[in-house]
């Protein structure tokens, strides 16, 4: 879950700052912050006012496509899924792995 996925068409190193983020069901925002970091790479969502600015926290994991000549990243979710996702807290996601238990979880990751 916390893996971009190989057929997914990110390669390490590119910057998906500003990247259109397109859920199953139509657009959701775009990335304001990314990880490429092993085991818990992620993008963070800027949702604008399509629900009230809040931030989302989407496993690589979720993501199935990136299309770099429209920079658009396309996630396997519908909208109404990462609306009532976790809230975004930019003080627990690092190095809380309680937190991602339970974004992971949200989003059907095993829990061991």
Request: net charge negative; glycine share 14%.
């Amino acid at each position: 879950m916390w893996g971009y996925q190989p057929t997914s068409g990110y390669q390490a190193g590119l910057d998906l700052t500003g990247f259109k983020v397109e859920a199953t069901d139509g657009h959701i925002g775009k990335v304001d912050k990314y990880s490429e970091e092993v085991g818990s790479a992620y993008i963070v969502v800027d949702t604008g006012v399509w629900i009230f600015g809040k931030h989302v926290l989407l496993p690589a994991g979720t993501i199935t496509s990136v299309d770099t000549t429209d920079k658009k990243v396309f996630v396997g979710r519908t909208k109404e899924e990462i609306k009532n996702s976790p809230e975004f807290d930019k003080d627990k996601h690092i190095g809380d792995a309680g937190y991602h238990e339970q974004v992971g979880g949200y989003y059907g990751a095993p829990r061991d």
